[in-house]
């Protein structure tokens, strides 16, 4: 029984003995409290030893590049407008160069020194954020941070936007450190990869009066577009308008100029008729006279003289040429 008992614990002390380094992490190994090894670099990864657990203890720290997304923070702009800045940090605990017998000095020793946990290093980096980021914003005024050259066009090729040297500049304080000269590297082994502004809002508070006075001047730009359309509709229906009456008048002074022509040349046509034949005319026009006048109910008195008596009662003279209006065929 006591062999099989110190059997296990000098297994369990070969098992702790035992350190292996992947390669998403960097391990710092502790002997007695302190730190006697760290495995930082590439040549480091593999299998490596130390003295069995309590004497030596190997702590492991994540080198994966971290992400660190805040929640948004209302700041006041210098004209005194509040608004909800939010941003984000990508970091790392820095690498060596190479393996050096200080392993004290090496940025992973320093990390866990000064911070001990990544949650303990996004902490700091969050204080340290905000103030960066509420000392800048606090120069600006809010024409500066919402300045736009064209709302339908995208940034500039050839200039940087407001928010962008905002980001480069958020990304070089919190990489400085403190006023001391000291940066993040040399303090507490942090290398920062990028710090930009994600966005930038409103309060929920004051969302939906924005959005009022948004939707108000759009319906004023819609009103003058609108306002300035009815315009040149009346405009093109007036000319329309005036063109139509002009393409009538034309069109009736040219029938009323065809019908007086036509009239014109249909008197001068019944002219030459009635020249040819006075005796059949007026004989046709006392006919036209009888059928206008005449009907079951009708009772003339004429004199004796009159014409149309004289025609119902001795007919027809011999001397009107009555015209045949079925001749009679030549070889009959």
Not at 76 to 94: G, H, L, P, Q, S
Not at 144 to 168: C, I, M
Not at 233 to 248: M, N, P, Y
Request: net charge negative; with cysteine; hydrophobic share 40%.
């Amino acid at each position: 029984m006591i062999g099989f008992i110190a059997a296990s614990v000098l297994l369990a002390a070969a098992a702790s003995s035992i350190v292996l380094v992947d390669e998403t992490e960097f391990v710092i190994v502790e002997r007695l409290g302190q730190i006697v090894a760290v495995y930082d670099t590439a040549e480091s990864r593999g299998l490596h030893f130390k003295w069995p657990w309590p004497f030596g203890v190997a702590r492991r720290f994540d080198s994966r590049v971290q992400l660190f997304d805040p929640p948004g923070r209302e700041i006041f702009t210098r004209d005194k407008k509040n608004i909800t800045v939010e941003t984000f940090v990508c970091w790392r605990i820095a690498q060596s160069a190479a393996q050096g017998p200080e392993s004290s000095t090496t940025p992973v020793a320093r990390f866990f020194r000064s911070l001990g946990s990544h949650e303990a290093g996004a902490a700091r980096l969050e204080s340290r954020i905000r103030s960066i980021v509420a000392t800048r914003v606090g120069q600006l005024d809010m024409s500066d941070l919402l300045r736009v050259q064209d709302s339908e066009s995208g940034p500039s090729e050839n200039k940087a936007g407001v928010l962008e040297d905002l980001s480069h500049e958020i990304r070089e304080q919190l990489q400085r450190g403190n006023a001391d000269g000291e940066d993040l590297l040399e303090r507490m082994g942090i290398e920062i990869v990028d710090a930009r502004v994600k966005r930038i809002n409103f309060p929920l508070g004051n969302q939906q009066a924005v959005f009022e006075r948004m939707k108000s001047e759009r319906q004023k730009i819609a009103d003058r577009y609108r306002s300035a359309g009815l315009a040149e509709s009346t405009v093109i229906k007036s000319h329309a308008d005036r063109q139509h009456a002009e393409l009538i008048a034309k069109a009736d002074a040219d029938a009323e100029r065809i019908r007086g022509e036509a009239e014109a040349e249909a008197t001068s046509i019944l002219n030459q008729a009635h020249a040819a034949d006075p005796e059949f005319y007026r004989l046709q026009r006392t006919l036209d006279a009888y059928r206008k006048i005449l009907n079951d109910k009708t009772t003339l008195v004429l004199s004796a003289s009159s014409s149309m008596l004289k025609l119902l009662t001795d007919g027809v003279p011999n001397d009107v040429n009555i015209p045949n209006k079925n001749p009679m065929p030549k070889d009959q």
